[in-house]
């Protein structure tokens, strides 16, 4: 009786050992867990993730300066282009007041010579003498621009390639007429009304409509028509 007092008793402890066994390891397990998941938040703190961080932030800042460097060429470019057409604005100001410097006896002059010419060019093309002495008067400057010295070309009639800032050569004074008369046929612009020419002509190479008007009246070019 006593023996098998003993023995439950050892049997007894045998189980209360293994029910706290089992309660060991569970929390065992459980705390290398835990230890595992500390590691890894102290690995995203690491230094290969701080370099990843860097990297990334070298990238945003290379890429802001790539579009700064954009828009800084973006405004470099305008810029150019408003100093471009300052300067042509320049140009085509002085350009408008040149002929006007000239004295009116070699006004004159200029259309007596040229006259018969215009009035030849009218019974081939069309155009009336008034037209073609005073574009000629306003884009030559009555002889004296660079284009009519060094090109005979007495009305800056523009290259045939479309080059800019290109003029045709002329052999002559005379060719240069024959040209302008050439340059109106191709464009239309014979046998038509004064108004259509002077302002087709002024939108094509760049003359006032108003300057061609005060020229013709001035010098009452319309006689000759």
């Given at each position: 009786?006593?023996?098998w007092?003993?023995?439950?008793?050892?049997?007894?402890?045998?189980?209360?050992?293994?029910?706290?066994?089992?309660?060991?390891?569970?929390?065992?397990?459980?705390?290398?867990?835990?230890?595992?998941?500390?590691?890894?938040?102290v690995?995203?703190?690491?230094?290969?993730?701080?370099?990843?961080?860097?990297?990334e932030?070298?990238?945003?800042?290379?890429?802001?300066?790539?579009?700064?460097?954009?828009?800084?060429?973006?405004?470099?470019?305008?810029?150019?282009?408003?100093?471009?057409?300052?300067?042509?604005?320049?140009?085509?100001?002085?350009?408008?007041?040149?002929?006007?410097?000239?004295?009116?006896?070699?006004?004159?002059a200029?259309?007596?010579?040229?006259?018969?010419?215009?009035?030849?060019?009218?019974?081939?093309?069309?155009?009336?003498?008034?037209?073609?002495?005073?574009?000629?008067?306003?884009?030559?400057?009555?002889?004296?621009?660079?284009?009519?010295?060094?090109?005979?070309?007495?009305?800056?009639?523009?290259?045939?390639?479309?080059?800019?800032?290109?003029?045709?050569?002329?052999?002559?004074?005379?060719?240069?007429?024959?040209?302008?008369?050439?340059?109106?046929?191709?464009?239309?612009?014979?046998?038509?009304?004064?108004?259509?020419i002077?302002?087709?002509?002024?939108?094509?190479?760049?003359?006032?409509?108003?300057?061609?008007?005060?020229?013709?009246?001035?010098?009452?070019?319309?006689?000759?028509?």
């Amino acid at each position: 009786m006593r023996n098998w007092k003993k023995n439950q008793e050892k049997l007894i402890k045998i189980i209360s050992g293994g029910f706290w066994l089992k309660i060991i390891i569970i929390f065992a397990v459980g705390f290398v867990f835990m230890q595992k998941d500390i590691n890894f938040q102290v690995d995203l703190k690491s230094p290969l993730n701080n370099d990843v961080q860097q990297v990334e932030q070298r990238t945003k800042e290379a890429e802001t300066s790539k579009v700064k460097d954009e828009l800084s060429d973006s405004k470099v470019s305008g810029g150019l282009s408003s100093l471009a057409s300052f300067a042509g604005a320049i140009f085509q100001s002085n350009h408008k007041n040149n002929w006007k410097k000239i004295d009116e006896d070699k006004v004159n002059a200029f259309v007596h010579r040229f006259v018969a010419v215009c009035q030849n060019e009218q019974k081939r093309f069309g155009i009336n003498p008034s037209i073609i002495l005073a574009v000629a008067i306003y884009q030559s400057e009555v002889a004296t621009s660079q284009q009519s010295k060094s090109h005979h070309n007495f009305f800056n009639i523009p290259c045939q390639s479309g080059t800019a800032d290109c003029y045709q050569y002329y052999e002559s004074a005379w060719a240069s007429f024959r040209g302008f008369s050439l340059y109106c046929q191709a464009h239309q612009l014979t046998n038509t009304s004064t108004d259509k020419i002077i302002k087709s002509l002024s939108k094509k190479l760049d003359i006032p409509v108003k300057e061609i008007q005060f020229i013709i009246e001035k010098y009452e070019l319309e006689q000759f028509d």
